[in-house]
């Protein structure tokens, strides 16, 4: 894997084994990123990050899996170029997108669900999808957006465009919070 500052960076590429990203480290995408197996964000004192880097697509069999913790977090590389094309399942607890300067598109094609963690336990037990303070995240659903196993799913400075998709909540909770336009 070759890295650029940002830790290792998987370009156009097939995994189908394991990857681990641990605290206090980052791996970049770049390109289509066939996923048959399983990239794992163990964030859990320091930040573990998948940094999409321009126009990157998510696809396959496997999963993306966040850990239980805020550390965990999928990041723009340069929020001007950044896109995810997610067509694949990423789960678990962590955050999508952060604010201001690490935001991206995503267009979700595939699942993105909120597991594990109850919305009341406070922010280190939720995944987040958006922008933290005033600047916004644009998010296309075609997919499934969903809250699972007492997980809650955040939507922050959003503009969710839901074109046939599915936003739910079965056994979690779906929460809308500041300038959410959906």
Same mark, same amino acid.
């Given at each position: 894997m070759a890295g650029n500052g940002f830790g290792p %960076?998987?370009? =156009?590429?097939?995994? &189908? *084994?394991? &990857?681990?990203?641990?605290?206090?480290?980052?791996? %970049?995408l770049v390109g289509t990123i066939t996923n =048959?197996?399983?990239?794992?964000?163990?964030?859990? #004192?320091?930040?573990?990050?998948?940094?999409?880097? *321009?126009? +990157?697509?998510?696809? !396959?069999? !496997?999963?993306?899996?966040l850990s239980n913790s805020l550390y965990s977090r999928i990041v723009g590389q340069n929020t001007a170029t950044a896109q995810l094309t997610n067509q694949s399942t990423i789960a678990g607890t962590g955050q999508i997108g952060v604010g201001p300067s690490n935001l991206f598109t995503l267009i979700n094609q595939g699942t993105i669900t909120a597991s594990g963690g109850d919305l009341w336990l406070g922010p280190t037990e939720q995944i987040r999808i958006g922008a933290t303070e005033t600047d #916004?995240?644009?998010?296309?659903?075609?997919?499934?957006?969903?809250?699972?196993?007492?997980?809650?799913?955040?939507? +922050?400075?959003?503009? +969710?465009t839901n074109t *046939?998709?599915? &936003?739910?909540?079965? !056994?979690? +909770?779906?929460?809308?919070?500041?300038?959410?336009?959906v």
């Open positions: %960076q998987l370009q =156009n590429v097939t995994n &189908i *084994g394991q &990857i681990q990203v641990v605290d206090h480290s980052a791996l %970049q =048959n197996g399983t990239i794992s964000l163990l964030g859990s #004192t320091n930040f573990a990050d998948l940094w999409i880097d *321009g126009a +990157v697509t998510l696809m !396959g069999t !496997g999963q993306v899996q #916004t995240m644009t998010v296309t659903n075609s997919g499934t957006l969903s809250a699972a196993a007492g997980g809650a799913l955040r939507l +922050v400075n959003s503009i +969710v *046939g998709g599915l &936003i739910e909540a079965q !056994g979690g +909770v779906v929460v809308l919070e500041r300038e959410e336009r």
